[in-house]
């Protein structure tokens, strides 16, 4: 199957059919101009992100530009002397006035169109280009926050088909939880879910587990899915050198935060799916440093969070920007209730964490 530019462009945003992405992921290791072609057309949207420019109009460009349209359409074309030629080719000035049979034409077909051309060109020009630059100041916030939209739209659409996943888990689960993260060892970190899922027979697929609002952006968990270590069990995880397995541990669980677990009768469980709907399960993955979250996915605005009933909202970060901590039923969904970033202490507390960190905390 020959892939063209369209469906790359669509892959890289995100809006390629499930069969398409397969049949792209399937290529890319085997075809060498296909992966030097999408790499090429990843660098021209990673130029765009780059730009991170908030277009607004300037204020009162529509009136000014309307204003000076009706001056230049006020002011007489003729008014730097050039003659205006009547019917029979005779030149008006205001020593010879047109006839009054000329006169009748010029009222019923306009103004004699024979002025300075220079001064044609120019006032047309300079209304054209305002008018353009109006239309450009109009329309191109709405493109921007249509692409934004499209991306956040297809993130929480990726994340709601992995929590259907997850959503399924849990029936098979005797206890109806979703699945689990050790607490030591080298299962010890929240991306290790993506493989539980695998040995259930509920694989998800890579490219599932990516967020277009973060493309071109330089993020460990990041990295190419061709240039990860095959990986399909835990038992794997046993025979990868250290580099690998750390390198591992980042990128398992692609652009979204796993839940680290909940607190009961002492021990470090999963979240059940019954009871736990206003629970979060999974969120996009924030960046941890010092202890401090920030948020990179959809510009920083907000972040998409699947819940344990399986719907995904869309949070601005300021709605829990001041949460952390708090014992009501707000709760922050990156910090559990003792501000860290460690499993939730109750049932009720919702600890989300990037893929290498454990229920006890950021991997040694």
């Given at each position: 199957?020959?892939?063209?530019e369209e469906?790359?462009?669509?892959?890289?945003?995100?809006?390629?059919?499930?069969?398409?992405?397969?049949?792209?992921?399937?290529?890319?290791?085997?075809?060498?101009?296909?992966?030097?072609?999408?790499?090429?057309?990843?660098?021209?949207?990673?130029?765009?992100?780059?730009?991170?420019?908030?277009?607004?109009?300037?204020?009162?460009?529509?009136?000014?530009?309307?204003?000076?349209?009706?001056?230049?359409?006020?002011?007489?074309?003729d008014?730097?002397?050039?003659?205006?030629?009547?019917?029979?080719?005779?030149?008006?000035?205001?020593?010879?006035?047109?006839?009054?049979?000329?006169?009748?034409?010029?009222?019923?077909?306009?103004?004699?169109?024979?002025?300075?051309?220079?001064?044609?060109?120019?006032?047309?020009?300079?209304?054209?280009?305002?008018?353009?630059?109006?239309?450009?100041?109009?329309?191109?916030?709405?493109?921007?926050?249509?692409?934004?939209?499209?991306?956040?739209?297809?993130?929480?659409?990726?994340?709601r088909?992995?929590?259907?996943?997850l959503?399924?888990?849990?029936?098979?689960?005797?206890?109806?939880?979703?699945?689990?993260?050790?607490?030591?060892?080298?299962?010890?970190?929240s991306?290790?879910?993506?493989?539980?899922?695998?040995?259930?027979?509920?694989?998800?697929?890579?490219s599932?587990?990516r967020?277009?609002?973060?493309?071109?952006?330089?993020?460990?968990?990041?990295?190419?899915?061709?240039?990860?270590?095959?990986?399909?069990?835990?038992?794997?995880?046993?025979?990868?050198?250290?580099?690998?397995?750390?390198?591992?541990?980042?990128?398992?669980?692609?652009?979204?935060?796993?839940?680290?677990?909940?607190?009961?009768?002492d021990?470090?469980?999963?979240?059940?799916?019954?009871?736990?709907?206003?629970?979060?399960i999974?969120?996009?993955?924030?960046?941890?440093?010092?202890?401090?979250?920030?948020y990179?996915?959809?510009?920083?605005?907000?972040?998409?969070?699947?819940?344990?009933?399986g719907?995904?909202?869309?949070?601005?970060?300021?709605?829990?920007?001041?949460?952390?901590?708090?014992?009501?039923?707000?709760?922050?969904p990156?910090?559990?209730?003792?501000?860290?970033?460690?499993?939730?202490?109750?049932?009720?507390?919702?600890?989300?964490?990037?893929?290498?960190?454990?229920?006890?905390?950021?991997l040694?």
């Open positions: 199957m020959q892939i063209n469906e790359l462009i669509a892959y890289l945003l995100g809006n390629a059919s499930p069969a398409l992405r397969r049949e792209i992921e399937s290529q890319l290791p085997q075809d060498e101009e296909l992966q030097q072609q999408l790499d090429r057309l990843k660098a021209v949207l990673d130029e765009l992100d780059s730009l991170k420019i908030v277009y607004e109009p300037p204020a009162g460009l529509f009136d000014s530009t309307m204003a000076r349209v009706d001056e230049a359409a006020a002011n007489p074309t008014r730097d002397g050039a003659l205006v030629v009547d019917g029979n080719g005779a030149a008006e000035s205001p020593d010879r006035p047109l006839s009054r049979s000329n006169e009748r034409v010029v009222r019923r077909f306009g103004q004699p169109s024979l002025t300075s051309k220079s001064r044609f060109s120019f006032w047309d020009s300079t209304a054209l280009c305002l008018s353009l630059t109006a239309l450009c100041c109009l329309l191109l916030p709405a493109v921007v926050r249509a692409r934004f939209e499209a991306r956040r739209a297809q993130c929480a659409d990726n994340m088909r992995t929590g259907e996943g959503l399924h888990y849990t029936m098979l689960d005797p206890a109806g939880r979703f699945p689990a993260i050790a607490c030591e060892g080298i299962e010890s970190f991306g290790v879910y993506y493989l539980l899922m695998s040995e259930v027979g509920m694989p998800i697929p890579p599932q587990l967020c277009s609002s973060l493309l071109g952006m330089d993020l460990p968990n990041r990295q190419s899915q061709c240039d990860l270590p095959c990986v399909s069990t835990r038992r794997d995880l046993y025979e990868l050198p250290p580099a690998l397995l750390k390198e591992y541990q980042v990128t398992a669980g692609g652009d979204y935060a796993y839940s680290l677990g909940v607190y009961e009768d021990q470090v469980v999963a979240v059940k799916s019954v009871g736990g709907g206003d629970l979060a999974m969120g996009d993955t924030p960046s941890i440093d010092a202890g401090q979250v920030s990179q996915a959809h510009g920083g605005q907000g972040v998409n969070i699947l819940y344990g009933d719907r995904v909202c869309y949070v601005s970060v300021n709605a829990f920007s001041n949460l952390a901590g708090m014992t009501g039923a707000l709760d922050h990156y910090y559990n209730r003792n501000q860290t970033h460690q499993a939730g202490v109750n049932s009720h507390d919702a600890s989300l964490a990037p893929s290498h960190i454990g229920p006890l905390g950021p040694k």
